[in-house]
């Protein structure tokens, strides 16, 4: 028994009824000869990490157009941000975590520089128009390797495809990206407008919660004093 057979079998024994386990992927549209010790969505892991558009997304940011200093969110960390909730999620749910990461860490691989300011201005210059979750498996699909593609596994294409609006992933690995994905740039958009001055906690509407308006003056008064010694370390 190989150490990929030993992992599908634990996954079988462990992982909940409704998991999406690696033995029974729809597989890949070219043929391959499984590894003798990643699983298939492991596989799909690696070669995402590896690909050149993974290493591109840590020139395009998130919120701000050109932000000064090392703290503000990338794509790339917003990326990295995603798979460490969406993991959590599905560690606690008993699904699929290999299979959670791979779609998490693929998801914003067609997205545009400048946010969705890039996106919006693509959309009304393409014919057909332009969106970032069609790009991604673009990306996945005919343009990575010099057009051959990733060849990746059935599941996780579906999972990058729909993780943001209409059409809901065929598996709960997928959506479970979807709401990670949520949680991940509602808290640092705003964690990041607070430290680039754009948004201050009197902006917080009446109806946040207390824990939310506390939690924002916390990051407001931290970034206060690191913008305050920034300014003396620069004199």
């Known amino acids: 028994m190989t150490i990929r057979e030993r992992t599908e079998e634990l996954e079988e024994r462990m992982l909940a009824p409704y998991a999406a386990l690696s033995k029974k992927s729809l597989g890949r549209d070219a043929a391959e000869e499984p590894c003798d010790i990643r699983t298939c969505y492991r596989r799909d892991c690696d070669r995402i990490i590896h690909c050149k558009a993974f290493r591109r997304l840590k020139r395009k940011t998130q919120v701000f157009l050109s932000p000064e200093g090392d703290h503000y969110r990338t794509r790339l960390t917003h990326t990295l941000e995603v798979a460490q909730i969406a993991r959590t999620i599905a560690r606690a749910l008993r699904l699929n975590e290999d299979l959670t990461e791979a779609i998490s860490l693929g998801h914003d691989l067609g997205h545009t520089p400048f946010g969705h300011a890039g996106e919006r201005a693509l959309n ?72 680039g001055g754009s948004y201050a906690i009197s902006n917080a509407f009446d109806e946040y919660p207390l824990a939310v308006k506390l939690h924002l003056a916390d990051l407001e008064a931290t970034y206060l004093v690191e913008k305050g010694t920034s300014s003396v370390n620069r004199r």
């Open 124 to 195: 009304g210059m393409i014919p057909g128009g332009f969106r970032h979750y069609e790009q991604s498996v673009r990306v996945v699909e005919k343009l990575e390797k010099d057009g051959k593609g990733l060849n990746l596994t059935k599941e996780v294409r579906d999972g990058i495809l729909c993780h943001t609006r209409g059409k809901e992933a065929s598996t709960l690995e997928g959506r479970i990206v979807k709401i990670s994905d949520r949680i991940a740039y509602i808290n640092h958009d705003i964690d990041d407008a607070v430290r």
